[in-house]
């Protein structure tokens, strides 16, 4: 009698473990409820792999019960905190696969050339997934003081590229980036700049790079527009350039630049200053920074916009006047 009552606890057992068997590897098999246009999963610094799927059970992505708490016994994993992307077809092997990886979402943030400063800030503003710790410019310059003591200025000194950036992370994590690769940037243009270039240190260089910036989009006419400012200081002119008049305005320019603004003296009218403005004016690209360091040789000393997106340069002002106005000619 005990024999029999034995033999059929152990079927019992046996069966039990079979079917617990079979239901652990088809678990193991069987995707996540992930909706066919995928989630999004934040896991918390220091979050468990329990807390991690217990979010997820109330989702309704799966059921959390002793099948999940073998699978992280059997296969061991440390998760790492960030934002992930959850795709359809997931299974709870690969879940967990994902989170030990640290393969977060990345965020793009573009910098873009000409901007100044403040309109760079303006973007991280608008960017919701990134944490805000820099309230204004006048703070950005004393955060940025540990890694280039001495800043006074922030104008500038961000290189426009496209940053990736993760949840988690500040606009001054992207700014801090900025301006180190800036630092670099410039720094690499300096040491390699023309020997006859009349500026004695990188600091003028990144303030006539970002003139050269607004003067003209276009990538194969930088060169020439820096040879033009570049004759101009070498031959005492005044460098005459419409935007650091602009920059001068501020928020008192309406989009029309008149003759009152050009005749007003600032330390930014360079139609009423020698030499260059106490300070960058845009935040140059790589491009500008490298045709300013190598300017174009040639005579030209005057450039008009030629009403087709690049410019005519001139070598006299009568040919200069002559161009001035045939493109006025060509306004609607």
Excluded: C
């Amino acid at each position: 009698m005990m024999r029999r009552l034995a033999f059929a606890i152990f079927l019992v057992l046996l069966v039990a473990a079979m079917y617990a068997g079979y239901s652990y590897h088809r678990f193991t098999k069987t995707p996540l409820s992930v909706p066919d246009g995928g989630a999004r999963l934040v896991v918390a610094r220091g979050a468990s792999v329990s807390a991690v799927i217990a979010e997820l059970g109330q989702r309704g992505f799966t059921r959390p019960g002793w099948r999940w708490r073998l699978l992280n016994r059997l296969e061991p994993l440390t998760i790492q905190a960030g934002e992930y992307a959850l795709e359809p077809g997931t299974t709870p092997r690969e879940l967990l696969s994902l989170l030990a990886s640290g393969a977060v979402i990345r965020y793009r943030f573009t910098i873009v050339e000409g901007w100044t400063s403040r309109q760079l800030l303006e973007a991280l503003a608008a960017q919701t997934i990134l944490l805000k710790e820099v309230p204004d410019l006048e703070s950005l310059v004393a955060m940025l003081g540990d890694i280039s003591p001495g800043l006074e200025h922030v104008e500038g000194w961000f290189l426009p590229e496209t940053y990736q950036f993760v949840r988690g992370d500040s606009d001054l994590d992207i700014l801090r980036r900025a301006h180190v690769a800036m630092r670099d940037a410039l720094e690499s243009a300096w040491q390699e700049r023309d020997p006859e270039l009349p500026l004695e240190t990188p600091y003028e260089l990144l303030i006539l790079a970002s003139i050269v910036e607004k003067e003209s989009s276009l990538d194969i006419e930088r060169s020439d527009i820096a040879g033009v400012f570049v004759r101009r200081l070498q031959q005492h002119w005044r460098l005459e350039t419409d935007p650091t008049v602009i920059y001068g305005l501020g928020e008192r320019f309406d989009g029309n630049l008149r003759r009152r603004d050009l005749d007003a003296d600032s330390p930014y009218n360079t139609y009423t200053r020698y030499g260059l403005p106490p300070t960058p004016i845009a935040l140059p690209g790589g491009s500008a920074l490298l045709a300013t360091a190598h300017p174009a040789e040639g005579t030209a000393m005057f450039f008009v916009a030629s009403g087709q997106g690049g410019h005519v340069f001139s070598d006299t002002l009568e040919e200069h006047n002559k161009a001035v106005r045939a493109m006025l000619r060509k306004r609607p």
